[in-house]
């Protein structure tokens, strides 16, 4: 691996624009007329009195806080436009600075498709280390979101710290997880990354994960996440809230009506870790969508949710702060044609905008289901919209007169160093077939499916990451016991 960067972003030389700067300007100024005028859900005695020692206009009984613009103006100035996730390994750190986009997983689901089987059966802590495992092993995956699915096997109270502990095992990557909820188990997973960076004064410089949160739509965050969230501040732990509005459900039927939602509920718990520890990295994070108008459930794949992820990014931009975007979690219920088809939309718009971190691959069934060939498929789809973002070069080497004049009619370029050094640049599949009809038939008739089921029962099978020496393991271990003990009375 020497040599090589075995992570692979897209740097998109493609872009879009979904909204113009005055499109953006009003959705900005109707979110802080919200912030002020109504306000967010606080639901945490320590995060309403930071608020108002900081001059928010707060309400103990229902626990809003009224954000008047300065003060979020002034909160938002002082967070970090560009910053890196570290990762155990350095070679696998990743820097956000707006010019790339990572690709991670997707999570946190509830059940797996079994990988020897097929059967769909409930999730367990091993399928968090073998799917983090995959994701090691596979260039397109930047880092291991989630976790993927919910160790079912583990005790509740103490389920998220064995959840990043397997996790941590299972990749030398970067890891960010959605489970840490509440201000104890922060401070317990906070612990067992410390361990592995040499102690927690060490966090700040080199944070080996970050932590997703999600918000209470409409205009309200939870208690639980909003406590975890500060002490990971406190320790320079990145930290981002998801929103996920839903159209005619948790937002405005109309999207620049969700836009404004999203905003709202991805500035607010900003605005509090800043005036809580000024200058700590945060991220915004967002999968707005629209309710399914038969069901009155989530999507997972429409139309307006592409509009909505790729406005959102502009959005960001406007802010200087770098962006979590949900992406490729498709309501298909197999790895079929729908998912081809919602994950492959759903990734090249927020690409064209250029978001920072896509969440992400290897889900189904709107993120309930996890799928191992899926992980591997929907790298195939990254792949070719990372193809796509690069556009087309053209400059004298590119133009490629000289060797044409060489060649000249009638002629043939297979055998010139110009196609040598060029084809290398040609996008190749993975699993997708491209062979004669005869040739397919012959070779059992498989599809990208079944190449993807050999391919990850492969990889399982023979890749193993980055070691972690037994003297840390044994630290880890401890940490975790004893948080059984407190949490579970052992």
Known sequence: MAGKRRIRPISPRLRIEILTKEDIMKIHEASLEVMRDVGVRFPSRKALEILGDAGAVVDPSTMVAKLPPDLVTKALASAPPSYTLAARNPEDNIILDGTSCWLSTDGCGIETYDLETGAKRLSTKKDIQDSARLADYLDDIAFYWGPMVSAQDIPAEVRPLHELQAAFLGTSKHVQPETI??????????????????????????????????????????????????????????????????????????????LVVTTVDSLAPIVLLQIAYPGCPVFFAAAPTVIDLHTGGYTGGSPEDYLLGGAFNQICDFYNIPLSMGAMATGAKLP???????????????????????????????????????????????????????????????????????????????????????????????????????????????????????????????????????????????????????????
């Open 181 to 258: 909820i509440t201000e104890k188990m922060a401070e317990y997973c906070v612990e067992l990354a410390a361990i592995i960076v040499g102690g927690k004064e060490n966090l700040q410089s080199r944070p080996v994960f970050s932590v997703m949160q999600c918000s209470a739509d409409p205009l309200g965050e939870d208690a639980g996440s909003i406590e975890a969230s500060l002490v990971a501040a406190k320790y320079g732990i990145p930290t981002g809230f998801m929103p996920m509005p839903m159209s005619c459900g948790t937002a405005p039927a109309t999207l620049a009506g969700n």
């Open 336 to 490: 079929d044609w729908q998912a081809g088809v919602d994950n492959s939309l759903s990734t090249l718009m927020p690409v064209l905008t250029c978001t920072d971190m896509l969440t992400g691959a290897g889900m189904l069934n709107g993120s309930k289901i996890l799928s191992f060939p899926e992980i591997i498929m929907d790298c195939e789809i990254f792949s070719i919209v990372r193809k796509v973002a690069e556009g087309i070069r053209v400059d004298s080497e590119t133009l490629a007169v000289d060797v044409i004049k060489k060649v000249g009619v009638g002629g043939n370029f297979l055998a010139e160093k110009h196609t040598r050094k060029f084809l290398r640049e040609i996008w190749r599949p993975t699993v997708f077939d491209r062979t004669p009809y005869s040739v397919w038939e012959e070779s059992g008739g498989k599809g990208a499916l079944d190449k993807a089921v050999e391919m990850a029962r492969s990889i399982l099978a023979k890749h193993q990451p980055l070691p972690i020496d037994p003297v840390t393991m044994k630290e880890m271990d401890r940490v975790v016991r004893a948080a059984e003990r407190e949490l579970l009375g052992r």
